[in-house]
């Protein structure tokens, strides 16, 4: 674990399980070009790579770091002044700068990623939190009927969603998915398809897209049963804040750490060892050791004796 490289391979662990696999596709759109996509992504890993050499290690760290890396060009577009420089380098941030910004979801590039080019892709980044760090699966479905139309005033990204799939939209059918999406993907709207920060949005119902609403990314965070959790979280901050103590969240990490290091999903014998290592994970929260306790557990060895390497 004294090995740089296990920064390495722990940072592309966390990747995939963030849902943003190294080399992942980032295209660039309107306000961002190929320099600065390519900014975002090294903030993203040099971040996580600091966590994992001389910080804790730890989840809340890597969701929480309190500093991120930036050069001159991506502190600007962040608004975030005395950063100086084309090479990224570690930034402490003030603590209104680290409510916003350093960490998985926080970083631009999970904003960026889950975007179009001129619109925030609400349900998508909703999903991909659900999907990504907490395991949860859902059916496809294929029956998009019309919405109910919109109301005479502006409305916002999370106000669409809620009119098109929200608890009342199609007889309730699309909230039982939906309602694990828009809410979570909400919590992120004050991103907007750059990254940049923002209070407002234009209207997107026809006749009011030259006006302002402003946007609420608060509310609360329920658990993948669909019970409450989190009363109240003001931002995608207030998840970033809880996903280290979440069962779900921790196993979903546990079990795709062992799906990375193996190669195969946790059969019954290795649950046991992935369970143990959730426990663990949920006391410290150190992904080093999370690493190391399931590299050297029994089950890992039986596996690799079995099978051989393919
Ligand atoms: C079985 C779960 C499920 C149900 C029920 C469901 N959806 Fe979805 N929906 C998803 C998932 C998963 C996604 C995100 C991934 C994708 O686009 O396939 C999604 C995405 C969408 C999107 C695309 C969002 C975007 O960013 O463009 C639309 C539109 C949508 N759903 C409409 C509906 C409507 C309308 C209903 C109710 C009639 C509904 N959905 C019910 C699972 C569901």
């Known amino acids: 674990m004294a090995d740089p490289r296990s920064a390495q391979q722990l940072t592309r662990f966390i990747s995939f399980y963030a849902g943003l696999a190294p080399g992942i596709p980032v295209s660039p759109r309107p306000g961002l070009d190929a320099t600065m996509i390519a900014a975002m992504r090294d903030e993203f890993r040099m971040t996580l790579e600091d966590n994992f050499r001389e910080g804790s290690g730890t989840v809340r760290e890597a969701f929480n770091p ?13 608004e975030i002044g005395g950063v100086t420089g084309s090479a990224l380098k570690k930034i402490p941030l003030t603590a209104e700068q680290a409510h916003w910004r350093g960490g998985v979801l926080n970083a631009a590039l999970f904003p960026v990623k889950y975007a179009n080019n001129h619109s925030t892709a609400l349900v998508m980044r909703g999903f991909v939190i659900r999907n990504s760090l ?25 106000e669409k969603w809620h009119i098109n799939t929200g608890p009342t939209a199609s007889e309730g059918t699309c909230w039982t998915c939906h309602k694990f999406f828009n809410d979570t993907g909400a919590s992120m709207e ?22 302002e609403v402003p946007i609420d990314a608060s509310g609360e965070f329920i658990d993948t049963s669909g019970g409450n959790w989190v009363d109240h979280i003001d931002d995608v901050r207030g998840i970033a804040e809880h996903v280290a103590d979440n069962r779900e969240a921790m196993m979903c990490l546990a079990s795709g750490f062992y799906r990375y290091a193996m190669g195969a999903r946790p059969d019954k014998s290795s649950l046991k060892t992935v369970s143990k290592a959730r426990d663990t994970l949920l006391t410290d929260g150190d992904v080093r050791k999370l690493a190391s306790t399931l590299l050297t557990a029994e089950t890992m060895n039986r596996r690799l004796d079995e099978e051989p390497a393919k």
């Open 66 to 78: 309190g500093y991120t890396y930036l050069n001159e060009a991506l502190a600007s577009h962040y």
């Open 134 to 158: 907490f395991c949860q699966t859902f059916a496809s479905n294929a029956i998009r009927p019309d919405p109910d139309p919109y109301p005479d005033r502006p409305i916002g990204e999370r």
């Open 190 to 211: 004050h991103f907007d398809q750059l990254a940049k920060l923002r209070d407002t949005e234009l209207g997107i119902n026809e006749g009011y897209t030259d006006q």
